[in-house]
Structures are given as C-alpha cells and as structure tokens.
DNA sequence: TTATTTACTTGCAAATCGCAAGTGATAAGC
DNA sequence: GCTTATCACTTGCGATTTGCAAGTAAATAA
C-alpha cells in the first residue's frame, strides 16, 4: 500500500495534484537519485538518508506506476534497474528549485546534484 | 506534534533538508494559499482541498516555526493574520515549477496561480 | 443581548512510517 | 560445482501521523 499513489484528486489545481505524487518526505529522494544515475535498488538503499527498504519498494512503484519511473531488466541480465522517464526528466526544475531553495535557506547544506553522468 | 517539524536532518542534502520542512501532502498548498494572498485561518480551511483543521493548525505552526511564514495580528484588530516571510516568497520558483509540472504532465489540472495581489 | 463566526483544540480510529528480520533468486569466490 | 555473499524485495509490528467529527472560548455581527 503505497503512500502517495492513486488517491481520489483532492481538487484540480496544478499544485495539488503534483503533491498527490510527490508530496512526502522520500518520494523526490529517489527522484534526486535517479538523476545522479542511481539504478539499482541496493544503491536507492545505500544514499545518505537511509530510507527504509520497504519505503524505498513503495516509492519505486509509485514512481513507475505514475509514469516518473521505469523499471527495466538490460538485456543478459537478470536484476532490476531504475531509470527515469521522460516525464520524470522534466522533474529537474523542480528539482533544482527545491536544491537552490534549501541552499540559500538552510544552513549546513552542500550542493552535490549533478546531471546524470551519460 | 507537528509532522514536517524539527526532526534529525537527514543529511545535508539541500532536497533532503527542504523536503524536512516541506515535504508533506498539505504544507505547500498552505504557501500556495499564502502566495494568492489568503491570510486567515478560516479561508485557508476553505481552500479546495479541504484540509482538516488540526492539520492547517500544525501546519501553520510549522512554517511559522521554519521561518517561512509568520503570524500577526493587525493593529486595531484581535484576530490572527499570516502571511510569508522573506523566506517564504523566495519559494515562488519552487511553487511555480510544482504547478508547471502539474500542468503538463497531469490531465485534468488547470492554473490559478496568480502573484500576491497584495 | 443573542447568534454567528473565527481560531483553534481534543479524541479517536485508520492509515502510514520506520525498524528489524526474514526470503528466495542471483552473482561471486574458490 | 559448491559455498558464500549480495541483491531485490517482503513481512511483522510498534510508534507516529492522518483525517474526521465534535467541542470550546473569544471576537464579531445582528
């Protein structure tokens, strides 16, 4: 049971109806990681935050069923990899709203998010 | 006991610490309100997606707490005011790439946001 | 002076979170 | 080829948060 999944919409502004796929405290984390390249479930896990693995499944298939994400398998291998889609991409404005916000206004943050090395 | 309050940071990434204090399903749709110059307790209840009191009563709490908004009352008047600080308005960017992400990849949402008509 | 509204608070059940501990498949090492 | 470690999850469960409904005291309106 995911959290922020298929809701019913709670109105049809713009603002809320992002919020009803982004708006808890991981969702945009595992976005921010796809971004730096992170694909493989161990390394979602991995990130500083240490999000709680079955948190971190339910985000992942949030993002997938919400058309952010992709699961795939690469061809001769066997496990799951993560990737962006195209939407999700355009999610880097937002992105770099919330990074540039938190930099200029929370003291003892560090700039690292970089575009997807590829 | 409000939810996206003072909790151990995470990590001193800037996403991660701004989606400490914004990170919920309710606390930017109270900016957006604050951002179309909504002010009082009763209109922001009022707002389309029906947030339940406690929940706009923690909220409220919180951004006050965070630096983003601040609570006053004006002179001559007895009943409590809101309204965004410095801080506050510098979300505009944040608020604004939401909402354009919503728009175009969420169907069924239409704009409304308008600058503070002050 | 009485009735409304406003700005909250309180109680409580239901949903979600976060931790710890599995589990079975895959890959790595020998 | 066999053993061990890693990976991608799932499960259980207590603690926290949500969301609904109802209540309250102060302020404003009638």
Redesign the pocket.
């Known amino acids: ?1 995911p ?1 922020p999944a298929e809701r019913p919409r709670r109105s049809c502004c713009p603002v809320a109806c992002t919020l009803d796929l982004l708006g ?3 969702t945009l984390l595992v976005v921010r990681d796809l971004f730096r390249g992170v694909d ?4 979602f896990a991995r990130s500083p935050e ?1 999000i ?4 971190l ?2 985000r992942l298939d949030d993002l997938v069923a919400n058309g952010i994400a992709e ?1 795939f398998v690469p061809t001769g ?4 990899r993560y990737r962006l889609t195209d939407a999700g991409r355009e999610l880097e404005p937002l992105l770099r709203a919330v990074a540039d916000w938190g930099l200029k206004h929370i003291s003892g943050t560090e700039a690292k998010l970089a575009p997807q090395p590829k």
Not at 40 to 43: G, I, L, N, T
Not at 52 to 55: G, R
């Open positions: 049971m959290a808890d405290r991981w493989r479930y161990s390394a240490g709680a693995t079955n948190i499944a339910d699961r291998q066997k496990r799951a």
